[in-house]
């Protein structure tokens, strides 16, 4: 009976592979190009080029990546981005903008303006010197000149309009930086904040604060209209929460998960704002936390076996610069995460195909 229910559960996870792979089909050739901004569970390599410790772009990073190439992905080879990318049908994998080898194919395909370390708050930002939201913009600004300057007007008006955005951050916010204001916030005013913020992020409010920056490129100035925001994922599981906050048994932090999911809820409402006020819009919510739940408590239809300790040095806390301590894993396709935060491949492919599926997809055609 047992090897029965094994069977009929890697049945279940070819097809949900085989339904993703349906989807990447039927929506190649739809979109011209895909951008990604958000932090370092999107990051392909931005933070390459910035002066941060906050990087990915040395071993173990990168070493089952064609070539054992560390890219700055937080990963062992590809990530999220890239992953997002190929259900679009788009490319196989999305350059970080920063990267002055870009030639005009990869430009006009899309780019990743992501950056680890940063949030919707830009307290959080600061703290890793990383790239902030309003920089991130400002780039895809530049970025349309750059393809202005090397294409018909017509071109790039295409490219700009039909293109897909996809937005991945605040997870930095209500793990790093919500514990040093809570003083000031409550859970409910905080996340009230980073919709806020999201919201500036997508359109000019029709009269601007004292303070905020009037020349800020908005996404929806700018001409984005197919806008896809994932969820956070539940942060709370990650092997360096669990070994700091989670006691002798390392259990999930439910305070900071609790955080998330009060976010996850109201990044909703966002989503049915931005349909409401912005003509032409088409913003979608991609469900990412319970996909990870999911993974976590099912993980061996995939070939995982682990799925509370990370693959890098002990697995506990190690990310960024503390993996090179000795005791990386053998095989990462077994892990569920790399580092201590961070996704392996195995698992950001499973993670994004099956957050960006068909019926979601259709939701920004």
Partial sequence: MAT??????CILALLVCSAAAAAAESYSNKVPAVFVFGDSL????????????????????????????????????????DYIAEVFGVKQLLPPYLDPSL??????????????????????????????MTTQLNMFKEYIKKINASVSPERTQEIISQSAYVIFMGSNDLT????????????ESYTDLMISLALDFHKVRPEPEPDQNTEFVKLYEVGARRIGLLELPPTGCAPAIRSSQGGLRRECSESLNRRIRL??????????????????????????????????????PYGIEEVTRGCCGTGNIETGVLCVLPGTCAV??????????????????????????????????
């Fill in 4 to 9: 029965l229910h094994v069977l009929l559960a």
């Fill in 42 to 81: 999107v990051d392909t390599g931005n933070n390459n080029y910035v002066a941060t410790i906050a990087k990915g772009n040395f071993p173990p990073y990168g070493r089952d990546f064609p070539g054992g190439k560390a890219t700055g992905r937080f990963s062992n080879a590809k990530g999220v981005a």
């Fill in 103 to 132: 030639d005009l194919p990869e430009l006009l395909t899309g780019v990743c303006f992501a950056s680890a370390g940063s949030g919707y708050d830009p307290r959080t930002p600061q703290k890793m010197n990383a790239i902030p």
């Fill in 176 to 187: 790093n930086t919500y514990p040093t204001v809570n003083y000031r916030y409550t859970e």
């Fill in 263 to 300: 976010f996850n809820s109201k990044l909703s409402l966002m989503v049915d704002q931005l349909n409401q006020e912005l003509p032409g819009t088409k913003a979608v919510k991609f469900e990412f936390y319970d996909h990870v739940v999911s993974l976590a408590d099912n993980p061996a």
């Fill in 332 to 365: 990462a396709d077994k892990y569920m995460f790399f580092d201590s935060f961070h996704p392996t491949e195995v698992a950001a492919r499973i993670l994004t195909k099956q957050a960006l599926s068909p019926s979601y997809l259709s939701k920004l055609f």
